[in-house]
């Protein structure tokens, strides 16, 4: 089973996924930050993001590979490059000002919609990004589409300690020419405006268990 969660930055993807996977037991992964550690590798390597054939070149040939570990009580797959997962070098503003870019590559995307294919292998997933229901995996019957105002968008952001231009984040994201982020068909869209975090899972797990039973 894959349940594919996309929607626009800071819309509460992570924190829900995350908790949906926790509830049905399936392994979390979150495929921006796979995007972000491509990022952060070009600019480790000081290669310009805005070059899309030297990101193509890097991403051939960087040694990343896929884990699957424990991490806060939940089954997570991460990709690791030279044995080393960046958790906290990828949450900066250079990297999320630099990643859209990297992701607006095609031979990028092949590369990276090949290893969350491959992600299957650890077992039923929660897969949360941009393009999970409409590129990633587009014949699951389970696709949520999350968003929420702008403002409070950028007040969970700021909230986080995290100050960015997320409207314009979106729009690279929604106007490129390969996947770009909207409503996968079939797709529950879910505005959280006005939910919490237990809410916005609360209907998602609800939906789940529906359809299932429906099956
Ligand atoms: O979810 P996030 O903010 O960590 O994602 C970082 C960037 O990666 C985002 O600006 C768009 C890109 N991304 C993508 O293009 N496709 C995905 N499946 C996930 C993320």
Redesign the pocket.
Known sequence: MVIAIDGT?ASG?STNAKRVARALGCVYV????M??TLAWYCLKNRVDVQDARAVAALCRKWKAALHCLEADGLRVARLFVDGYFPENEIRTAEV?AA??HV?AVPKVREWMVKRQRECLQFGSLVM?????GTN?FPETDFKFYLDAKLEERSRRRAADGVRENLAA?DQ??SQRAV?PLMVPLGAKVINNSQMTSEQTSGLIIAEIRKRLAEK
């Open positions: 930055s993807k979150d495929t921006g930050a995007y972000r999320s990643v859209p992701a949360e990004g941009r393009d999970i990633v984040r690279r994201d996947a």
